[in-house]
């Protein structure tokens, strides 16, 4: 769809699980591989030097609260998210169609989009499938998504198969804005009116209008329906030729069989040369899982909010800090981690940094849980090429579920 500046290079597989390279006008990025969340352009508390330090290739973004504040043009004036954010590599924007439906303090649902209001100020916006592309081809990340309509994860047939139905008419109108918008070569900043209270946007030189290469990604829906599901993909394959496909809907209260369930057949059924790209699933255990059904990108925001309330990641399942166990704990987080946290710290002291509410516990342990799913990542990728995976996955697994150093809560 966009020429050749998205390839993805598959290098090795081991059953179902896959080793690659994806290409992006950014750079490339070996997958299996987890993005951090920075929603507001910024991964919570960590600058991107950090993040980058620790391995991370591609960071994620959300279209929904940019467009708010500062406003997408605010940003494609500024040079976009890259420039913006200060970051040279791989970028991903969600549509925010997820942000609209769990955060917005009002919003209708129509066929033509979703209105909605401002939770800053009570202003109503329209959320249309052309309107979200204009969004985030201004904000010009690498990958941007289509608009989707979301549903509870548990939802009957009937309310899946009508949003599910509803997600690929607006495929349709997001490939047609995307491709309306790639043949103009222009940046649609002009179509995109500044927020209100802002100051208005200066002129911009020819140059800094032009569209960024982008590719977009459609969505897999169905909640957790097998035939939806395959209508849904069978659907998306008849409107376009994709540079990746992303399996949206999941982690949002099915349980977990089911979850693992709609995996299986989303990994036979998606194009094997494509990135497939699993949304908001972020858990050490469900990233092995995903990996291990065909996944190869992946998000989540679990890491950094997790660690705001000092709850770390560990092999063993996760640690709570706030726990008195912990008061007098000498030992590091994760022996062996190479996060600053575990390298300089013991528990004792990131258990106080909690109890005295220092924003310098979250921030320790944002960057010890990234740390550590960007090693899981890494670990996958080398088992995978090394044809050892299977027996890799099951022992992790079986030692994160078992060990259990603290219950994991979710
Ligand atoms: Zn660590």
Not at 78 to 90: E, K, N, S, T, V
Not at 250 to 279: F, H, I, N, V
Not at 351 to 377: C, K, Q, S, V, Y
Request: aromatic share 8%.
């Amino acid at each position: 769809m966009s020429g050749s500046a998205f390839a993805f290079r598959l290098e090795a597989s081991d059953a179902s699980a896959r080793a690659g390279e994806f290409s992006t006008p950014h750079g490339t990025v070996e997958t299996p591989a987890f993005m951090p969340v920075g929603t507001h352009a910024a991964i919570r508390g960590l600058t991107t030097a950090e993040v980058g330090a620790m391995g991370a290739r591609m960071l994620l973004s959300n279209a929904y609260h940019l467009y708010l504040r500062p406003g997408d043009a605010v940003v494609r004036a500024l040079g976009g998210l890259h420039a913006f954010a200060r970051w040279d590599g791989p970028m991903l924007t969600d549509s925010g169609g997820f942000q609209v439906f769990s955060l917005a303090r009002y919003r209708e649902v129509r066929e033509d989009g979703i209105t909605f209001r401002s939770k800053f100020d009570g202003s109503l916006h329209e959320y249309t499938p052309e309107r979200v592309i204009q969004v985030q081809r201004n904000l010009g990340a690498d990958i941007i998504m289509q608009l989707d309509e979301l549903i509870d994860g548990g939802s009957d047939i009937a309310p899946a198969r009508a949003a599910m139905e509803r997600s690929l008419r607006w495929l349709e109108r997001c490939h047609i804005e995307f491709n309306r918008i790639t043949r103009d070569g222009r940046a649609p900043l002009d179509e995109v009116a500044a927020p209100t209270g802002t100051p208005s946007i200066p002129p911009m030189a020819s140059d800094d209008c032009r569209a960024p290469q982008q590719a977009l990604f459609p969505i897999v829906q169905g909640g957790v329906h097998a035939e939806l599901r395959l209508a849904s993909h069978r659907g998306i394959m008849s409107i376009g030729d994709w540079d990746g496909v992303a399996v949206g809907g999941l982690s949002t209260g099915e349980p977990k069989p089911e979850m693992y369930a709609t995996l299986d057949l989303c990994g036979a059924e998606l194009p094997q040369k494509r990135p497939r790209y699993l949304m908001g699933v972020g858990f050490p255990d469900d990233l092995i899982e995903g990996v291990r059904r065909g996944m190869d990108l992946f998000d989540c925001v679990a890491p950094t909010r997790m660690g705001r309330h000092g709850t770390a990641f560990t092999p063993h399942g996760t640690l709570q800090l706030l726990k008195g166990t912990h008061r007098l704990d000498r030992t590091p987080l994760v022996e062996g981690c190479a996060c600053p946290a575990c390298t300089h710290y013991d528990r004792a002291y990131l258990r106080h940094l909690f109890a005295a509410d220092e924003p310098l516990g979250p921030r320790l342990i944002a960057l010890h849980n990234l740390t550590m799913l960007m090693a899981l990542m890494r670990d996958a990728r080398a088992a995978i090429l090394a044809g050892t995976f299977a027996r890799w996955s099951v022992d992790w697994l079986r030692r994160y579920r078992d060990a259990g150093v603290d219950s994991p809560i979710r």
